[in-house]
Each structure stands twice: as C-alpha cells, then as structure tokens.
C-alpha cells in the first residue's frame, strides 16, 4: 500500500507522510477527523488536513503550552483547557501538584472518544477526579466564568473552521476576565515563519489586555516550518522572571527550566514583527 | 508548469516545494547541482538532492554558524570555512572588524560559480580582499595547517557522498591541530529529530578532543524538520560564558546576544541524546 498523508502548508509547500493503515476517518458535525498510522511519527491524529498529534512528538506541545506558565504561576489551582481534546494538555496540567481541577472545554466531543480510544498515553488523565470535560463551545465557558481559574490554555486548531473566534480580541477579553487578579493565559499562536499575520495580531491583542505578555517557542516537526510559538499574558507574574519560577519536581521530556528561560530569547526576525518593524 | 521540488527526509516524509523555473541542473564531477526559483523560498541551490540555501532563510543558517563561535572569541584574525561555497557564511565572518584573513576552501568549484551567478547577496564578499577560496579537499587543508586558525566552520552538507569523511573523529584531529591554541570549531550537525546519530557522534568525537564542547540549536524551515544543531569545540572560550561575549556591533536578522545564550539551553531529549542517556 503506497499511501501518504499530504499537508498544504501554503499553496505552494506540502507536507507528505507516509501511511501504512487508515485507523479511522469521520467527518463530525464541526471538522474533518482522520486518525492514520504513520512509520515516521506513529499514529497522527488529523482534523481538517492539519495534523494536531503525533505520538512522536506530541509531548513537546503539550509541555511547552503548559508547563512554562504553570511553573511561572506560585500556585495554581484551577484550569481551563479550552480544545486539547486529545487530552495531553490535561495530562501535563495534573502533574502539578497544587492543581485541584482542571477543565477541558472541547467543543467536539468526537475528538476527546476519538482520542480515548487510539491515544491512551495522551488521554490517561482524562479519568483523574480532578479533571472534568465540558464539551461546549469555550467562547461560552470563557464568558461564563469571572475570576476562576488560575491558567487558561488556548489550545486551539489553526484559526481555520470553528476556531477562527479563538484567535479574537473579543474573546481574549473574556480570558482575562475569567482569570483570577493573578491569573495567566497562553495560547498557541503558529509558525512565526508561515503565519506570522496570526502571530502578531495575537501578540498585539493579548498585549492590549495584559501587562505582561511574552512570547516563546518550540520546535515541533510535525507542524508546518517545524517551529513554533506560543503567546502568554499574564496579569501579575512575569515568566521570564527566574528567581521566582517554581522548581520542576518531576522529569519532562522537552520543558525544562534552563529552556524555560531560553525559550523568551527570541530571533531578532520574530521580535521585528511583535515591534512592528 | 505544475512542477513540484521533492525532498526525500527520510524513507517515510518527503517535502515538496513548488518550483516557477529550473534555473540550472548540472552534474558536476562531485555532486548534482540545481537552482530552483520558488514562490515560497525565492531562488533555491540544491546539492544531491537536499537543499543547500534559499534567498528566504540562507541568513538564519549563516549568522548561527559563524557569529555564536565568532562573538564567542576575544580577537578572532583568522578564519577558514570547509564547504560552504554559497558565501553566505564567508559573508557574515568579514563583518567583523578583527577578522584580517577568511579562506573558503570548497571542493566543488561549479558550487561558488554558479551561486556567484544566482546567489548575488551570497557570494557579495567573495571578492573581498580579506578572502581566499581554496578550491580544494577540505580535508587537505585542515592537515597542511597548524595553529593557523582563530575559527574554523564547517559548513558542509548532509553525510552521503564527499561530505561523509567531514564528519569524522580523524579529521575533528586535523582541525584541532589547525586552530590556535585558543582556537573554536564549529560544525553543522544536522537535525535532532531526524539524525541523533550523526549529532551524537559529531559530539562524541568533538568532545573527545576539545575542552570546551557545547551543542546549539536554530530553527531553519527549510532543512529536516525545521530544527538544526550546531556542534562546537573550543580550547579555551566558553560560549555560554556571557560576560566575556564581545558586544555585537552590526545588525544580524536572527542572531542577537540574548538568542546566543538561548541557543545553547536545549530540550531535555537532546540533553540525553548527547549524555547516552
């Protein structure tokens, strides 16, 4: 079988990953999900074309999107997740031992069965009593809630399809509201090689809100450019501030606290674009 | 023209870029030649079928294999870069003022007259007075040198074909003799998603010789996987030393003082790679 899993990165690159087995494929009342087995990153979980998971590499996202601002935090308590169906996020989050809940707000619960049955390393938190799943839009859970949770994690697909609002300033004002006084948001904000359009809108409009909003990277090689970033606003807690970063009490594999800082040491192409240069 | 450029990585990924024009295919007597003109990269110059450069993020490689070693040493004069005959390397080393002599000793003459020719902001300091091109085995010139060198780059290619000995224990011996008694090395490792073997090698071997080893990180779109490592080996300046980095005095497009710290506090699975963990 010479079968390959094509990604459109732009109009004019493609992705191709080799299959050897289609796992599942539906189309759910909000996207495009496909499950394959790949040779080079094991199974893939794919929604609209875009590849979200790869038992590969999975954990780097996962980490980084939560691990950098809840080390950042003194103690958190309660979070929000909103996506992340595929559960790794969560999984990340619960390790924290100060963590008393944690909410998984997807919006397309086929995602989170999905992910149940052909990601268990992913989804193994997604039973923990600490972690409850809202399957709803998270625009509503966001602007339900006031003064909350300490961490809410933007955990979104590109902004293509329902995610579009996810990358709005009108709903990033609803984060901060649903943030405690010293609570703190970040959310994935692409390729700054590929997207740097989302990037800079994301960081304009999360810096209109937060006095402190930073923005840090990783290196991700199943998303287009294989690099990555992300966007944290934070109302009180400064994550480039080392001396009063938590101590990681538990081994990762990706995050650690010496790349926490050098994550914020950005190229000087990325800091022209969030200046606006 | 639907044509498509397509890079195999690895058995199971390939990545294909749209190309608008095949600018130039020649076999040279060392290797297959190509230009491309791309809407996604500009102009592209590949080798055996990987690319080399693109006009879009040739700056990105340039800058973090010549400036990390080079603001890491106190007066550098002298500097030698094995392969590299796109210039775009040699280019970067002549902006600094102490640098009186930089030789580029590349193999394949075909390579610098045919970026000569489509790469004009490449090769713009071949004509420098200040550099010499050595068309030769680098090999040949690292054993004819002793303690001649304040930096030596090397810039070649991915390990098939005649690039496979300038990975090697022997001739990482060769360089160590060719350097100043407070001379660095430095050399392009490859990806450490898609070749940890070669990137622990590479470190091994260096490391066995050098006093200083330390392995650094960029992110190249353009290459496997996004993500690149740089190994150097230095008899005497530590790189993550910053009190005694020499000031950065010209403007560089991704390398800054704050990213050369941040380069070299990698992820956790590339500490354990190099620890054989």
Known sequence: MNLWYREKHTENQILSVKVTDVIHKEKTPFQELAVYETPE?????????YIQVSDQDEYIYAEMITHVPLFTHPNPKKA????????????????HP?????????IDERVVEVSKKYFPQMTVALEDPKVKILYKDGIKQVFQSKDEYDLIVVDSPDPVGPAVNLFSKG??????????????????????YFNQDVMKKAYDDISALFPIT???????????????TFTMGSKKYDPTNVENMRKQD???????????????????????????K
Chains 1, 2 share one sequence.
């Open 41 to 49: 990153y094991g199974t893939i979980l794919v929604l609209d074309n």
């Open 80 to 95: 929000l997740v909103i996506g992340g169906g595929d559960g790794s996020a969560i999984r990340e989050i619960v390790k």
């Open 98 to 106: 100060s963590i008393e809940e944690a909410h998984l707000c997807e």
């Open 171 to 192: 709903f990033y004002e609803g984060v901060y509201e649903a943030l405690k006084e010293d609570g703190i948001m970040v959310a994935q904000t692409e390729s700054p």
């Open 214 to 228: 930073k923005v840090y990277m990783a290196a991700i090689p199943t998303y287009q450019s294989g690099f990555w």
């Open 250 to 276: 538990f081994e990762t594999s990706y995050y650690n606290q010496n790349l926490h800082y050098g994550a914020f040491l950005l190229p000087t192409f990325i800091q022209n674009i969030l200046e606006g």
